[in-house]
């Protein structure tokens, strides 16, 4: 079990870039969870995956993000045309469905900057 | 739709001191309960959970919350701190179990002072 991992950890872009984070869950993991967490707030809850189906996105996830896991274990979150709002630590976390009571685990994040 | 107030942002304390940050939550259902913990530059790290059974729940690093469903609050305790616990803590609910979308409250900054 090496945790889940996020890459890059910090994107620094300018405005109306377009940006690609990747993250790697738990081998084992069949949820993976996108959060999006700016200064001085929470996690806000984006999408998430079981195996490679998209089962919720929130409508924080505007038609310029999308994200995607084609084949159940890694995923990419692509912001396109950035703007400086989208500044914020993305975080990924993943779980093994199946029991309610199997616990989500967070990589270190990507903080983006959008200048 | 479920929501999540921490009521303090900040919380200062001297070392070994006992310390108490406020969670209350909202929901239509029953929700289960989360506290994270977040490092400077790191992820979350799951503290402690309420899913169901005993109100009382003991999580890692000592700390402990109380589940208070007439109150609807969550809070979490430590009899004593030390340096090492500064850090941003995150209450969270979920209507679907740990391994479901998690709504998070805003944070509470706990500053340990020697």
């Known amino acids: 079990d090496t945790g889940v991992s996020q890459n890059p950890r910090h994107k620094i872009t300018k405005r109306g870039q377009n940006v690609t984070f990747r993250c790697d869950p738990i081998?084992?993991?069949?949820?993976l969870y996108w959060y999006r967490q700016t200064l001085g707030q929470g996690p806000e809850f984006l999408t998430y995956?079981?195996?490679?189906?998209?089962?919720?996105k929130s409508r924080l996830l505007s038609d310029r993000f999308s994200a995607e896991r084609p084949k159940g274990s890694f995923s990419t979150l692509e912001i396109q045309r950035t703007e400086q709002g989208d500044s914020a630590m993305y975080l990924c976390?993943?779980?093994?469905?199946?029991?309610?009571?199997?616990?989500?685990?967070f990589g270190p994040g990507t903080r983006l900057t959008v200048l | 739709a479920q929501s999540v107030t921490q009521l303090d942002s900040q919380v200062p304390v001297f070392e070994e001191a006992p310390v108490e940050l406020r969670c209350n939550y909202s929901?239509?259902?029953?929700?289960?309960l989360f506290w994270y913990v977040q490092y400077p530059n790191q992820g979350l790290q799951l503290l402690l959970k309420?899913?169901?059974?005993?109100?009382l729940v003991k999580g890692i690093n000592g700390f402990e919350a109380e589940f208070n469903k007439s109150q609807t609050s969550f809070h979490l305790r430590k009899p004593s701190v030390h340096i090492s616990d500064t850090a941003e803590y995150f209450c969270?609910?979920?209507?679907?179990?740990?391994?479901?979308?998690?709504?998070f409250g805003k944070g509470t900054l706990l500053t340990v002072n020697p």
């Open positions: 976390a993943s779980s093994l469905r199946g029991q309610v009571k199997n616990e989500q685990f």
């Open positions: 081998s084992e993991h069949n949820r």
């Open positions: 995956f079981q195996n490679e189906a998209q089962l919720e």
């Open positions: 929901s239509s259902v029953s929700v289960y």
């Open positions: 309420y899913l169901s059974g005993s109100t």
């Open positions: 969270a609910v979920s209507e679907g179990g740990s391994n479901y979308k998690l709504t």
